[in-house]
């Protein structure tokens, strides 16, 4: 059974930088897309960003671009989540997510594509 584990959360200023990880096993991760989700009290599970198995698309929800960077690290499995500029929207519980993609370079803005998930980490930005 795949396995996510988030870390990374906690509580920062507005204004402030955090920093999330999420490392995966008990998969091959270069057949995996990864993603991000974040959920805030009483609001639906949305979208943040994606990268495809390569690390070469990329895409973000349009709110977080140019704030929040999404990379890979294949040889630790590990997806991170470089979140600046944080604003007090920005609080949620963040989920890690996987797809399984084979080799195919894509990544998905829709959870449902995700068949993996994370117990999520906890983000909050006080103003």
């Known amino acids: 059974q795949v396995q996510l584990v988030e870390s990374g959360g906690g509580l920062v200023q507005a204004g402030g930088s955090l920093r999330l990880s999420c490392t995966a096993s008990r998969l091959t991760f270069t057949t995996y897309a990864m993603g991000w989700f974040r959920q805030a009290p009483g609001k639906e599970r949305e979208f943040v960003a994606a990268?495809?198995?390569?690390?070469?698309?990329?895409y973000y929800e349009d709110s977080v671009k140019g704030r929040f960077t999404i990379s890979r690290v294949t040889a630790k499995n590990t997806v991170l989540l470089q979140m600046n500029s944080l604003k007090p929207e920005d609080t949620a519980a963040y989920y890690c997510a996987a797809d399984y993609v084979s080799r195919t370079d894509v990544a998905y803005t829709r959870a449902a594509h995700y068949g993996y998930w994370g117990q999520g980490t906890q983000v909050t930005v006080s103003s």
């Open positions: 990268i495809s198995w390569s690390g070469a698309n990329i």
